[in-house]
T-cell receptor, first 115, second 113 residues
Framework: GENVEQHPSTLSVQEGDSAVIKCTYS??????FPWYKQELGKRPQLIID?????GEKKDQRIAVTLNKTAKHFSLHITETQPEDSAVYFCAAPLGTQGGSEKLVFGKGTKLTVNP | DAGVTQSPTHLIKTRGQQVTLRCSPKSGHDTVSWYQQALGQGPQFIFQYYEEEERQRGNFPDRFSGHQFPNYSSELNVNALLLGDSALYLC????????????FGEGSRLTVL
């Protein structure tokens, strides 16, 4: 079925620690894996994404890893800061239709970084 | 450069009524997708419009319909509103040449009483 599973649903860490959020997807044809951050009352914003031709991508304190064989991908945040507190969503597209894709989102992970 | 803009930002309706939500995509984008986000949940795909046609649709009833105009802006219509339709409705735009990269608007929060 059309499914993206995300774990954990909540995550609490101390400032400076690392945080890892994991997602699995069901469609082996998926080839694009974005992560969105949504602060309370705000719109989801893309923070990092990865395409299936690479296994890892980094952007300062944020990294995403992809294992296509196992159909899972993870978000890694190092040296967490209080402003990293938000809900994070992973997503994966379902198939292609002449370039059109619909993103299926996970249920989200509420990350709390304690000062 | 304006991002994705949505209107109205908040609205309250009663059961059985109809609602129209509006979206203007980011400059240079030609594809608009609509998502429903219930409280505490991830966005759920409703449908996507490209070249003024519905290109893909999620698991939503026919009460949910949409339209895309020649200037790429879009409307989401929901008929016969139910209490369960209360949610944040997000519009996201993208360029078909960069499939998958969505830019979201701030959303329209619909409350059905």
């Amino acid at each position: 079925g059309e499914n993206v599973e995300q774990h954990p649903s909540t995550l609490s860490v101390q400032e400076g620690d690392s945080a890892v959020i994991k997602c699995t997807y069901s469609d082996s044809a998926s080839n694009y894996f974005p992560w969105y951050k949504q602060e309370l009352g705000k719109r989801p914003q893309l923070i990092i994404d990865i395409r299936s031709n690479v296994g890892e991508k980094k952007d300062q304190r944020i990294a995403v890893t992809l294992n296509k064989t196992a159909k899972h991908f993870s978000l890694h945040i190092t040296e967490t800061q209080p402003e990293d507190s938000a809900v994070y969503f992973c997503a994966a597209p379902l198939g292609t239709q002449g370039g059109s894709e619909k993103l299926v989102f996970g249920k989200g992970t509420k990350l709390t970084v304690n000062p | 450069d304006a991002g994705v803009t949505q209107s109205p930002t908040h609205l309250i309706k009663t059961r059985g009524q109809q609602v129209t939500l509006r979206c203007s995509p980011k400059s240079g984008h030609d594809t608009v997708s609509w998502y429903q986000q219930a409280l505490g949940q991830g966005p759920q795909f409703i449908f996507q419009y490209y070249e003024e046609e519905e290109r893909q649709r999620g698991n939503f009833p026919d009460r949910f319909s949409g339209h895309q105009f020649p200037n790429y802006s879009s409307e989401l219509n929901v008929n016969a509103l139910l209490l369960g339709d209360s949610a944040l409705y997000l519009c996201a735009s993208s360029m078909t040449v960069n499939t998958g990269e969505l830019f979201f608007g701030e959303g329209s929060r619909l409350t059905v009483l």
